[in-house]
């Protein structure tokens, strides 16, 4: 089965940045549109951030301006930049490879079901301090 690995979680202070990796082992993320999630205590998993095998992105508007994904692949990582950190984005954050290569669906909606996305990676925690 296709593993993706989460990486660089912490805690930070209201205001303080965090860059999150998803990195896969053992397969290639290039034909990939790649998702990251967020869970929230008492909360359903949410979309956060999605971009396409062709590097299209899409954010969430709570992080829009906040958070960058980028896509590294010589490293066949990709990553989620997040600055100006709020303690309402304190969340278990969640990689995961697309059923699709793309972030959009053919009405332009985003796809953020998490039934479109195939391979999950174990997630990695970010705190928020306010």
């Known amino acids: 089965q296709e593993q993706l690995v989460e990486s660089g979680g912490g805690l930070v202070h209201s205001g303080g940045s965090l860059r999150l990796s998803c990195a896969a082992p053992?397969?290639?993320?290039?034909?990939?549109?790649i998702g990251w999630f967020r869970q929230a205590p008492g909360k359903e998993r949410e979309g956060v951030s999605c971009?396409?095998?062709?590097?299209?992105?899409w954010y969430e508007d709570s992080v829009k301006g906040r958070f960058t994904i980028s896509r590294d692949r010589a490293k066949n990582t990709v990553y989620l930049e997040m600055n100006n950190l709020k303690p309402e984005d304190t969340a278990v954050y969640y990689c995961?490879?697309?059923?699709?290569?793309?972030?959009?669906?053919?009405?332009?909606?985003?796809?953020?079901?998490?039934?479109?996305?195939?391979?999950w990676g174990q997630g990695t925690q970010v705190t928020v301090s306010s």
């Open positions: 995961a490879t697309g059923l699709r290569d793309v972030c959009r669906s053919g009405s332009n909606r985003p796809i953020t079901s998490e039934s479109d996305y195939g391979s």
């Open positions: 971009i396409s095998s062709y590097d299209e992105t």
């Open positions: 053992e397969f290639t993320l290039d034909y990939y549109a």
